[in-house]
């Protein structure tokens, strides 16, 4: 099955859901949309891996199998704020609409389950709390690996990646993590709950006591020759109180170019861009990238 075959299925099931919205305004109209969302996220998750098992991915490196795996939701559009909801903390997972970390989180865990010949939702699910949580353990909100550099750290601990950074020229990354503490009128489970506010901070106090490293930007041309297609990249940003402004992966084309894949938040959509290189230098706020390699699963 091509990718425009692919595509061309999705439109049918993601086209029924959108009246709805315009003939209800209710609870009950939110809750079936939902519900919609959900039987789609189903049955696009179907029909990749009905093309896994048709071309045999788990065959492939786990690096190459994201590769396939994320050309199908190449146009997907930019949805942000999927993961949050009222209510208390969920597994959630949609792919009707995609942001920059559940667009390379969801493939890493696809291709995951490929490799070990799993095709069912179910296996998706779990692998999914494995690499979103604290030690693969949900419990609330705050066990979510909100920043990006303890997703990091906890899937190294797992063995689910492998940070290459340093061994790619990287050098010290030296700043200070408190966004979620100091703006939590930001983050809706935050807003009250002074309690939940004491643990975020906690957690940011030991991201900051850990040791990280980056490529600066200036070096990332001279490294990417050595990127691998599923490279999960992490790109660091001056902000104050933020590690990572953005995440993607890198696709290698034929050409050896590294390029950024990724859910654009300016394009609207998963898209194949520039090299990382390019992207990196393009934003003034953007000082590196950070590494982590997919671990091949036995």
Known sequence: MERRTFL?????????????????????????????????????????????????WHKLSIGQAMGQIGLLFVGTPYVGGTLEADGAEQCRIDLTGLDCVTFFENTLDMARIVKHNKYAFEDLQQEVLHTRYRGGVLAGYASRLHYTSEWISDNVTKGVVQDVTRELGGVIFVNSVNFMSTHPQYYAPLKLDVEMQATIAGIEERINASTRYYIPKDRIVHIESRLQTGDIVAIATSKEGLDYAHTGMIYKDDAGVAHLFHASSQKRKVVMDVSVSEYVNSVKSHTGITVARPVDTP
């Open 8 to 56: 061309a299925l999705l439109a049918i099931p993601l086209l029924l859901p959108l009246a709805e919205p315009l003939l209800a305004q209710n609870v009950r109209s939110s809750r079936k949309r939902n519900t919609d969302k959900q039987a789609t996220s189903r049955y696009i998750f179907s029909q990749a891996m009905r093309q896994a098992r048709a071309d045999g």
